[in-house]
Every structure is written in C-alpha cells, then in structure tokens.
C-alpha cells in the first residue's frame, strides 16, 4: 500500500502543481476564461485568479514535499488537496450542468468543460484522500531504490494521462459530433 499511497499522492499533488504554475504563469488568460463561464461577478474574478493559484502552488508544493518524504508525516495538507479537487469537481459539475459550453478554466488550455474535467477533479480528490489515509510510511524515504524508480514512472505516467484525459477526450466528442 506504501507504493500505491506515494504515487497516487504524487499524482495529486504534481498535478496541483502544474496547474498552479498554469494559472500563476497566465493569470489574465485564467481571468478571461473565468469571465467566459459567465458564473462569477467581475468583481470577484482576479481574487478568485490569486487564490486559486496560490492555493494550488502552496498545496502542491507542500503535498510533493510529503509525498517525497522531504516534510513531515501527519499533514493535514494531502486532505486539503483533497477538498480542493472535491470543490473543483462540484463546481466543474454545476458548470457544465448550467453551461456546458463554457472553458473549463483547468490549465489555461481553453478546453470546453466535459464531464471528464469533473470525473478528473474526483479522481484526484480521491488519489489525495487515499495518500492521507496512508500516510505512514510514505515518502521516497521509506522505500528502496527500484520501489523510487517504480513510484516516478508511475507518477509521470499517470499525471499525463490525467492531465490530459479532459482535452483528449473532449476534442474526440467534437470530432465525433462533426462528423
């Protein structure tokens, strides 16, 4: 269980991360899209730019430092990481249940939200959760050097495919309903 909890929670919270960095990197594009989900008061949109981003860069650096065993045990760190996919699940349902042709604001992408931008926010709440409940002992110091070896290929593999699944999938829908 220690080498699924250490890659499921780097999964977690390297996606956090990137997207952080995302949006951090292109903060008036993330404003822009924001404004094209027609949800928000303009008022609100660059607070909502600032602590999205810095919420995902703060929580994705500390997760990765727990994940890599580099921080301390016990953080209730990977569970906030969980809550904040849950809320970006239940705002990407409630989105795309009132505009389904609004961006999803994900990563900068633009994409158009899908219900595998929610099905994705739930599944890393869940990879965050279950890096939580087994928390000891995770971390690249608890394991042996092909377990590391095993834990970044997975990470890497999993964190592409995750990252992606929304647009691949979305794009492929479009094409679909072009034809």
Known sequence: MRLIATTLSLVASTTLLMAGVSHLHQPRHFRKLLRKQEVWPHALEWPIVALTAGSEIVLGVICTGIALGAIGQGSPSLLGASALYFCYGTYSFFLLSI????????????????????????????FASIGWLFQEPIGFTALTGVQVGTVMCATISIAIVIWSLPMALGRHQEAVVGL
């Open 99 to 126: 505009r389904p042709a609004a961006p999803c604001a994900c990563s900068g992408e633009g994409d158009l939200i899908s219900p595998w931008v929610v099905t994705r926010a739930y599944l890393l709440s869940l």
